[in-house]
């Protein structure tokens, strides 16, 4: 191909067009990531079990578009996991089914401090959530392989601000 043919001066200007798309979506790519989730939770509260209680706390992330939530923080379960939830006018709910017994994944967060604290939840199988729209209340219960339930969830939640949440270290 001569330099001054037609159909080189579209491919120049095709490779000028993708080359402008890629740097200026380059440009929005953080912005496009800040606005995945559209509400940040914050709950505080307790986990009960056979009588005994514990502190526990949970920071949900939640999309719009594909009614995703994600485990940002928690010591009641495995931070990044994802859950779908289903919202209506008045509540967020959500299940959380642990992996068979066996699994690594299983077996490692629950010799952590749960087992130690209560020997009941080495059945925990399913924990269920509801989170109160308009009072900030979560409610959850904990329930064994045979839908049994051996502990339940009591926190209040708080709408968090995504600007005020702590930069990351990495």
């Not at 709950?43 to 056979?50: E, I, M, R, V």
């Amino acid at each position: 191909m001569r330099h001054g043919h037609p159909l080189s001066r579209r491919m120049q200007t095709l490779r000028a067009t993708l080359a402008a798309a890629v740097l200026g979506g380059g440009a929005l790519a953080p912005a496009t990531h800040a606005a995945e989730f559209h509400l940040f939770v914050r709950c505080t509260g307790t986990l009960s079990a056979s009588g005994k209680s514990k502190p526990g706390h949970l920071d949900l992330a939640l999309r719009d578009n594909n009614t995703t939530a994600l485990i940002a923080r928690s010591n009641v379960l495995p931070k990044g996991e994802r859950l779908l939830y289903t919202q209506t006018p008045t509540s967020y709910t959500m299940v959380y089914k642990l992996r068979q017994p066996g699994a690594r994944y299983h077996h490692d967060w629950l010799n952590g401090a749960w087992v130690i604290w209560q020997p009941n939840l080495k059945r925990l199988a399913t924990i269920r959530l509801a989170i109160d729209r308009q009072e900030g209340e979560l409610e959850g219960e904990l329930l064994d392989f045979n839908d049994e339930l051996i502990g339940t969830m009591q926190m209040a939640c708080d709408k968090a601000d995504p600007d005020a949440l702590p930069e990351p270290k990495l």
